[in-house]
Protein backbone atom coordinates (compact mmCIF):
# COMPACT_ATOMS: atom_id res chain seq x y z
CA UNK A 1 0.00 0.00 0.00
CA UNK A 2 1.52 3.93 -1.26
CA UNK A 3 1.90 5.97 1.69
CA UNK A 4 -0.82 9.57 1.51
CA UNK A 5 1.66 11.78 2.96
CA UNK A 6 5.42 12.81 3.06
CA UNK A 7 7.88 15.52 5.40
CA UNK A 8 9.63 18.84 5.38
CA UNK A 9 12.68 18.75 6.96
CA UNK A 10 14.29 22.25 8.26
CA UNK A 11 17.53 21.56 9.52
CA UNK A 12 20.51 24.74 10.01
CA UNK A 13 20.07 26.92 6.67
CA UNK A 14 19.05 23.68 4.27
CA UNK A 15 15.27 22.30 4.25
CA UNK A 16 14.40 19.00 2.30
CA UNK A 17 11.68 17.31 1.12
CA UNK A 18 11.34 13.64 2.85
CA UNK A 19 9.21 11.16 0.26
CA UNK A 20 8.24 7.72 0.18
CA UNK A 21 11.12 5.49 -1.27
CA UNK A 22 8.03 3.75 -2.87
CA UNK A 23 7.34 6.18 -4.86
CA UNK A 24 10.44 7.75 -6.00
CA UNK A 25 12.08 3.88 -7.25
CA UNK A 26 9.44 3.56 -10.11
CA UNK A 27 10.57 6.82 -11.88
CA UNK A 28 14.15 7.04 -10.48
CA UNK A 29 15.41 3.25 -10.35
CA UNK A 30 19.24 4.46 -10.51
CA UNK A 31 18.39 5.79 -6.58
CA UNK A 32 17.92 1.52 -5.41
CA UNK A 33 21.53 1.58 -4.14
CA UNK A 34 21.61 4.81 -1.95
CA UNK A 35 17.92 3.74 -0.87
CA UNK A 36 18.30 0.28 -0.34
CA UNK A 37 16.21 -0.76 2.62
CA UNK A 38 14.79 2.74 3.09
CA UNK A 39 11.57 3.52 3.40
CA UNK A 40 12.08 7.29 2.87
CA UNK A 41 13.83 9.39 0.85
CA UNK A 42 15.37 12.74 2.12
CA UNK A 43 15.93 14.98 -1.01
CA UNK A 44 17.58 18.32 -1.14
CA UNK A 45 19.11 20.45 -3.82
CA UNK A 46 22.34 23.06 -3.30
CA UNK A 47 25.36 24.69 -4.85
CA UNK A 48 27.08 21.89 -6.99
CA UNK A 49 30.71 23.16 -4.90
CA UNK A 50 29.65 24.33 -1.59
CA UNK A 51 26.37 21.26 -0.75
CA UNK A 52 27.73 18.15 0.42
CA UNK A 53 31.23 19.14 0.27
CA UNK A 54 33.84 18.13 2.65
CA UNK A 55 34.80 21.64 3.85
CA UNK A 56 31.97 24.09 3.39
CA UNK A 57 34.54 27.10 3.74
CA UNK A 58 33.07 30.52 4.29
CA UNK A 59 34.75 31.64 0.91
CA UNK A 60 32.72 28.12 -1.04
CA UNK A 61 28.95 29.65 0.98
CA UNK A 62 30.27 33.50 -1.38
CA UNK A 63 30.43 31.96 -4.31
CA UNK A 64 27.35 29.92 -4.38
CA UNK A 65 25.36 32.98 -3.18
CA UNK A 66 26.94 35.73 -5.31
CA UNK A 67 27.91 34.07 -8.51
CA UNK A 68 25.46 31.41 -10.43
CA UNK A 69 26.37 28.27 -10.13
CA UNK A 70 25.62 24.67 -11.58
CA UNK A 71 23.65 22.80 -8.80
CA UNK A 72 23.40 19.27 -7.33
CA UNK A 73 20.46 17.43 -5.44
CA UNK A 74 21.48 15.20 -2.39
CA UNK A 75 19.61 11.81 -1.73
CA UNK A 76 19.71 10.11 2.15
CA UNK A 77 18.09 6.98 3.02
CA UNK A 78 16.24 6.98 6.08
CA UNK A 79 14.66 4.16 7.81
CA UNK A 80 11.84 6.02 10.18
CA UNK A 81 11.31 9.60 10.35
CA UNK A 82 11.18 8.92 14.33
CA UNK A 83 14.95 8.49 14.37
CA UNK A 84 15.60 11.79 12.62
CA UNK A 85 13.40 13.70 15.30
CA UNK A 86 16.83 16.22 17.06
CA UNK A 87 16.86 19.33 18.12
CA UNK A 88 18.38 20.79 15.80
CA UNK A 89 15.63 19.34 13.23
CA UNK A 90 12.16 20.40 12.69
CA UNK A 91 10.13 17.76 10.65
CA UNK A 92 6.58 18.32 9.74
CA UNK A 93 3.92 15.96 8.16
CA UNK A 94 2.64 17.05 5.41
CA UNK A 95 -0.76 14.77 4.32
CA UNK A 96 -1.31 14.03 0.40
CA UNK A 97 -4.96 15.45 1.18
CA UNK A 98 -4.88 17.00 -2.71
CA UNK A 99 -3.73 13.64 -4.11
CA UNK A 100 -0.67 15.66 -5.45
CA UNK A 101 2.13 13.50 -3.94
CA UNK A 102 2.97 12.02 -7.57
CA UNK A 103 3.47 15.20 -8.24
CA UNK A 104 6.23 16.11 -6.01
CA UNK A 105 7.76 12.95 -6.98
CA UNK A 106 7.54 14.37 -10.90
CA UNK A 107 9.28 17.96 -9.35
CA UNK A 108 12.21 15.72 -7.76
CA UNK A 109 12.87 13.72 -10.89
CA UNK A 110 12.68 16.50 -13.01
CA UNK A 111 15.48 18.34 -11.41
CA UNK A 112 17.60 15.04 -11.96
CA UNK A 113 20.43 16.12 -14.70
CA UNK A 114 20.78 13.23 -16.86
CA UNK A 115 23.74 11.94 -19.25
CA UNK A 116 23.82 11.35 -23.03
CA UNK A 117 22.69 7.60 -21.74
CA UNK A 118 19.94 9.41 -20.38
CA UNK A 119 20.95 8.41 -16.49
CA UNK A 120 21.53 10.64 -13.98
CA UNK A 121 24.98 11.21 -12.91
CA UNK A 122 26.46 11.09 -8.99
CA UNK A 123 29.14 13.76 -8.27
CA UNK A 124 30.02 12.61 -4.78
CA UNK A 125 29.13 10.70 -1.81
CA UNK A 126 29.50 11.49 2.17
CA UNK A 127 30.19 8.38 4.93
CA UNK A 128 26.92 8.93 6.09
CA UNK A 129 25.16 7.86 2.98
CA UNK A 130 24.25 10.81 1.51
CA UNK A 131 24.61 10.67 -2.11
CA UNK A 132 24.76 13.53 -4.25
CA UNK A 133 23.74 14.20 -8.07
CA UNK A 134 24.65 16.35 -10.96
CA UNK A 135 20.95 19.14 -11.26
CA UNK A 136 19.12 20.91 -13.55
CA UNK A 137 18.83 24.42 -12.38
CA UNK A 138 21.14 27.18 -11.93
CA UNK A 139 21.62 28.23 -7.65
CA UNK A 140 22.15 32.13 -6.98
CA UNK A 141 21.20 34.16 -4.05
CA UNK A 142 18.08 34.43 -5.95
CA UNK A 143 17.32 30.92 -6.15
CA UNK A 144 18.42 28.75 -2.91
CA UNK A 145 17.54 25.37 -1.65
CA UNK A 146 14.95 27.15 0.46
CA UNK A 147 13.25 28.35 -2.80
CA UNK A 148 13.26 24.93 -4.52
CA UNK A 149 11.35 22.95 -1.49
CA UNK A 150 8.86 25.75 -1.21
CA UNK A 151 8.34 25.02 -5.36
CA UNK A 152 8.27 21.44 -4.36
CA UNK A 153 5.83 22.23 -1.70
CA UNK A 154 3.80 24.49 -3.79
CA UNK A 155 3.86 21.16 -6.01
CA UNK A 156 1.96 19.62 -3.21
CA UNK A 157 -0.96 22.05 -3.02
CA UNK A 158 0.28 23.93 -0.27
CA UNK A 159 -0.42 28.14 -0.68
CA UNK A 160 3.52 29.54 -0.10
CA UNK A 161 5.25 32.37 -2.29
CA UNK A 162 8.84 30.25 -3.73
CA UNK A 163 10.12 33.53 -5.15
CA UNK A 164 10.57 35.12 -1.51
CA UNK A 165 11.42 31.98 0.26
CA UNK A 166 15.02 32.53 0.51
CA UNK A 167 15.47 31.41 4.12
CA UNK A 168 14.76 28.18 5.78
CA UNK A 169 12.56 30.44 8.47
CA UNK A 170 10.54 31.61 5.72
CA UNK A 171 9.60 27.75 4.28
CA UNK A 172 8.68 26.78 7.92
CA UNK A 173 6.68 29.57 8.17
CA UNK A 174 5.13 29.02 5.29
CA UNK A 175 4.41 25.05 6.17
CA UNK A 176 2.89 26.75 9.53
CA UNK A 177 0.70 29.13 7.76
CA UNK A 178 -0.79 26.08 5.57
CA UNK A 179 -1.83 24.69 9.26
CA UNK A 180 0.96 22.39 10.35
CA UNK A 181 2.97 21.71 13.19
CA UNK A 182 6.37 20.23 13.43
CA UNK A 183 6.28 16.47 15.33
CA UNK A 184 7.67 16.56 18.53
Sequence with gaps: MLTSQFYFFREGIHTHLVLPSELLLPVLP?????LQGAAW????????????APDQTLLLGLRALLLPTS??????????????TSSTRSIYTIPDSHGLIESVV????????VDRDNQIVQVRNKPCGEVFYR???????INTCNNWTSRG???AGLRCLPMI????????????????????
Design 41 to 52: ARIGWGDYRYYG
Design 153 to 155: LKT
Design 30 to 34: ELAQP
Design 135 to 141: SRGVYMC
Design 106 to 113: EFVRRHFA
Design 71 to 84: SVIAVLGIDSIESQ
Design 165 to 184: NFFPGQVEKSVRRNGFQPLL
